[in-house]
């Protein structure tokens, strides 16, 4: 019945038609060469993994000239500290190596020589050498101690702080291998609103009873800081970061958690935004609080991730340049173990926003991405949404920092500032539901998350075919049929919620359906309205420099591809401009019409998916697809109400009559 619990580490037996076959007749021993408990790890990984692939009884074998693969360390500067070879070699007898430097790099190699058994690629003739761009892979779970999860769709936190430490849960392990598996080496436990009670010595001795559980994994545990901690736990009277008692709070706390846990990796915060205490407070700066902190964990190698999700609600400035205008001045305050954590758009997880303008503006400091895996505003773990194609859409976005070809990959790799902290994290989507992420195919943005972090330069459509064929079937089929559907599902879900560069128009608090008439509200930014500026005239929101000018923020060759709206993206045109309902659109159809137009296409492409989804009954095992089918079903009816609750209001506003004949649900 747990189906999706095995995520995509099924190894059910490969096709005995496939090309497989011979690797099937060929491998049979498999040898390890030292031991430790990431190789034991390995062998339990591998001895499942090829039994249940290859069908049959496979066993480790005490000499390496016999055995059909041969795992061992090696001494090739190449690799790093994480990469992995696989060779097939032929000279002699006929052997699968697998090399790397470390003993996690070693099971990252086993993990993906399993990949490509369970992805149906030949290993006949393997010559593999891979290494990740990035050093810190990282989940961020917004997980509270009570294990209610903010934003959280797929029922409450996997840690359960009751039981620990005591009691490890199977499925702290299976959660450990499957991050291995796609190279996450690190990961948050706890909200970036933050509770101190964490690092209370009882709950200290709980997170080192996971990170013990996960370092055989090479996934290392960080903790989110309360700024105020000092405060509410050490009974200071401030929390200012440069004051001595304050400092030295802070230093003892790090001695502490390093004591217990001596890999601990170190602490996001987030700081002065929302309500979160900070060092604003005491008017000191963003980089005197990441500071103070990275001086505490600098001794033992840790790092400070700092965001910069920060709008102030003093400032009646736009919201989208708050960010910028409060870390761009900071550039080359920070100190070497310090990022700064930035989310993929200037706004809060759109559907589709424009990269933030802040990647390539801060030369001197790291910058870590921030995406979101956990669908807050996008159908959260009911629709179906495959991010990689926008996680790639601003990835392989041009910043222009350096000139052409500025990528935001390449300022997030290092390569474009040459900094060797790099770093990229995924607010997860993991939860207790028995199949971790709700929605079946909300996997796959774990999943992406992983194997993008290790490849930028990885497409959607080769990460969403391997996904497929581990999670589902190598069934030519149902990988067509479901690489589409994955494929086109994020555009059809801007089309229905937010189409043509219209952004935050979700009901307040929720962020699930509609609301583009907004309400009153404490925060003008936090209300619809604010965003969208539809009026008599039109609809959009002025950034340009007869606007909020926020285009500014950019460097001009990026500002180039928006700032006039004659040519600026379509798919961008109402974040930056606002314009009349009659504009003819490069369809040939009037603004108006082109959005009617798109919030249909979103519904037409929700029911586009849900007959591709029928095609497949006969190929999916029974409880899956009945799952799939009814969330699908409650997406095609979600999408018709954005649909027309949308238009409804904007034909009000604009008194353009919305066309005749659209599709309704039966
Ligand atoms: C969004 C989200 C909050 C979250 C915040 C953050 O605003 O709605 O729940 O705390 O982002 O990223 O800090």
Not at 27 to 48: D, H, K, W
Not at 57 to 65: M, R, S
Not at 260 to 269: R, T, W, Y
Not at 415 to 422: E, G, I, M, Q, V
Request: glycine share 8%; hydrophobic share 35%; charged share 20%.
């Amino acid at each position: 019945a747990e189906d999706g619990y095995r995520l995509w580490l099924r190894y059910d037996p490969l096709p005995q038609t496939s090309a497989l076959l011979s690797s099937r007749q060929q491998i049979t021993t498999f040898f390890i060469q030292g031991q430790s408990p990431t190789l034991a790890v390995l062998s339990r990984e591998l001895s499942t993994g090829l039994s249940g692939l290859l069908n049959k009884e496979i066993t480790i074998t005490p000499a390496a000239a016999t055995a059909d693969i041969v795992i061992s360390k090696s001494n090739n500067e190449r690799l790093g500290t994480e990469g992995f070879s696989i060779i097939t070699s032929t000279t002699g007898r006929r052997q699968i190596r697998i090399s790397a430097n470390t003993d996690v790099g070693l099971l990252y190699g086993a993990f993906h020589f399993l990949r490509l058994l369970q992805t149906g690629h030949p290993t006949s003739n393997l010559n593999i050498t891979s290494k990740p761009g990035i050093r810190h892979r990282i989940l961020n779970h917004w997980d509270n101690l009570d294990r209610y999860v903010e934003r959280g769709y797929a029922g409450i936190s996997i840690f359960n702080w009751h039981t620990l430490p005591g009691y490890i849960d199977k499925r702290y392990i299976d959660y450990a291998r499957a991050n291995a598996s796609v190279g996450i080496n690190g990961t948050v436990l706890t909200n970036v609103n933050a509770n101190a009670y964490i690092l209370t010595p009882d709950y200290l001795l709980k997170v080192k009873a996971l990170a013990d559980a996960f370092r055989p994994y090479g996934l290392k545990v960080y903790l989110t800081a309360r700024f105020s901690a000092p405060m509410e736990m050490g009974g200071l009277k401030t929390a200012d970061p440069l004051d001595a008692d304050v400092k030295a709070w802070w230093n003892n706390k790090a001695k502490e958690i390093y004591q217990l846990i001596p890999d601990f990796g170190g602490f996001l915060v987030k700081a002065n935004s929302e309500g979160q205490p900070g060092p604003q407070d005491y008017q000191r700066t963003h980089a005197d609080g990441a500071n103070m902190l990275a001086d505490a964990v600098a001794p033992y190698n840790g790092i400070i991730m700092w965001r910069a999700f920060v709008y102030s609600h003093e400032t009646p400035e736009d919201r989208f340049k708050q960010a910028y205008n409060e870390f761009k001045p900071l550039d080359g305050q920070f100190r070497k173990n310090v990022m700064v954590q930035v989310k993929n758009g200037p706004i809060d997880f759109q559907p589709r926003e424009p990269f933030s303008p802040l990647f390539g503006a801060m030369p001197q400091t790291p910058v870590l991405m921030e995406f979101q895996l956990t669908q807050e505003y996008l159908g959260q773990g009911t629709h179906l949404a495959y991010e990689a194609p926008l996680f790639k859409e601003v990835l392989d976005a041009d910043t222009y920092a350096k000139g052409k070809g500025s990528t935001v990959a390449k300022v997030i790799n290092g390569s474009l500032y040459d900094h060797p902290l790099t770093g990229i994290a995924g607010v997860a989507n993991i939860g207790n539901d028995i199949n971790w992420c709700s929605h079946p195919f909300a996997q796959a943005n774990w999943y992406a998350l992983g194997r993008l972090a290790w490849n930028t330069a990885l497409s959607s459509e080769t990460i969403a075919e391997e996904w497929i064929k581990q999670t589902w079937s190598n069934n030519s089929k149902v990988v067509a049929v479901c690489k589409q559907m994955m494929l086109d599902s994020r555009e059809t879900l801007v089309n229905y919620m937010t189409p043509l560069g219209l952004h935050h128009i979700m009901g307040n608090g929720h962020h699930y359906g509609p609301l583009p008439w907004g309400k009153s509200l404490p925060r003008a930014d936090w209300n619809p309205v604010y965003y969208h500026r539809a009026d008599k005239a039109g609809i959009g929101f002025n950034r340009t420099a007869t606007g909020s000018n926020a285009l500014a923020q950019y460097t001009p060759e990026a500002a180039l591809l928006w700032r006039d709206s004659t040519t600026c993206d379509e798919k961008f045109l109402l974040w930056f401009h606002h314009i009349s309902w009659q504009r003819p659109m490069h369809s040939g159809r009037s603004l108006w019409e082109e959005l009617c137009y798109k919030y249909n296409e979103g519904v037409r492409g929700v029911k586009t998916m849900q007959q591709q989804w029928s095609s497949l009954q006969q190929y999916i095992d029974t409880e899956r697809f009945s799952q799939v089918q009814q969330l699908l079903t409650i997406q095609y009816n979600d999408a018709v109400w954005w649909r027309d609750a949308c238009l409804s209001y904007f034909s009000d506003i604009s008194g353009l009559a919305i066309p005749a004949g659209y599709e309704r649900p039966a």
